[in-house]
T-cell receptor, first 116, second 110 residues
Framework: GAVVSQHPSWVICKSGTSVKIECRSL??????MFWYRQFPKQSLMLMAT?????????EQGVEKDKFLINHASLTLSTLTVTSAHPEDSSFYIC????????????FGQGTRLTVV | KNQVEQSPQSLIILEGKNCTLQ??????????LRWYKQDTGRGPVSLTI?????NTKSNGRYTATLDADTKQSSLHITASQLSDSASYIC?????????FGDGTTLTVKP
């Protein structure tokens, strides 16, 4: 099956710094990638939809200047958490749809962000 | 409002036993329904995708059913194993986005 790779798997950063998370589709082209945030024992919350070559679409309540999304190619999207605060600590997950199949979303393994 | 509701919220069973998880949805229009397994600290992994015309689909010990009339789906796990302990999430896409259920946390005990 299609593979989506997320990097890093976990990261610890200091308050005020920025952290970049990468999401790559390894064996297919993804025109659309999704970024989610998940708190413990809760379901995934969609943060933004990332479209290759255009600006991301953010969900209500998600600060676009804080969570910068770049989707520069059909296989790579990045999420940068800027000026991180401890409340940004969470599990971030990306997913990508194979535009050839268009029916299934493949998820990355997730990134555990801890801001200290 | 598009919604996906799962039950039970959590479930504990003994190894080797069967169990069934439920998913009710109000997403419209409907194209497909997906069941994912999410291990703790990992991303969700697809188990099955049910389209409108499919009533039953199996993937090993996992069998999903879909009743598009009543907008209900179930995931049946046969002969459970310790490795089945995870969160099972029902997802229904709509207009390019997905509506997620809150998941059922399954714990399989020896």
């Amino acid at each position: 099956g299609a593979v989506v790779s997320q990097h890093p798997s976990w990261v610890i950063c200091k308050s005020g710094t920025s952290v970049k998370i990468e999401c790559r589709s390894l064996d297919f082209q993804a025109t659309t990638m999704f970024w989610y945030r998940q708190f413990p024992k809760q379901s995934l919350m969609l943060m933004a939809t990332s479209n290759e070559g255009s600006k991301a679409t953010y969900e209500q309540g998600v600060e676009k200047d804080k969570f910068l999304i770049n989707h520069a190619s059909l296989t790579l999207s990045t999420l940068t958490v800027t000026s991180a605060h401890p409340e940004d600590s969470s599990f971030y997950i990306c997913s990508a749809s194979d535009r050839g199949r268009n029916t299934e979303a493949f998820f990355g393994q997730g990134t555990r962000l801890t801001v200290v | 409002k598009n919604q996906v509701e799962q039950s039970p919220q959590s479930l504990i069973i003994l190894e080797g036993k069967n169990c069934t998880l439920q998913c009710n949805y109000t997403v419209s229009p409907f194209s497909n329904l997906r069941w994912y397994k999410q291990d703790t600290g990992r991303g969700p992994v697809s188990l099955t995708i049910m389209t409108f015309s499919e009533n039953t689909k199996s993937n090993g010990r996992y069998t999903a059913t879909l009743d598009a009339d009543t907008k209900q789906s179930s995931l049946h796990i046969t002969a459970s194993q310790l490795s089945d302990s995870a969160s099972y999430i029902c997802v229904v896409p709509n207009a390019g986005k997905s509506t997620f259920g809150d998941g059922t946390t399954l714990t399989v005990k020896p």
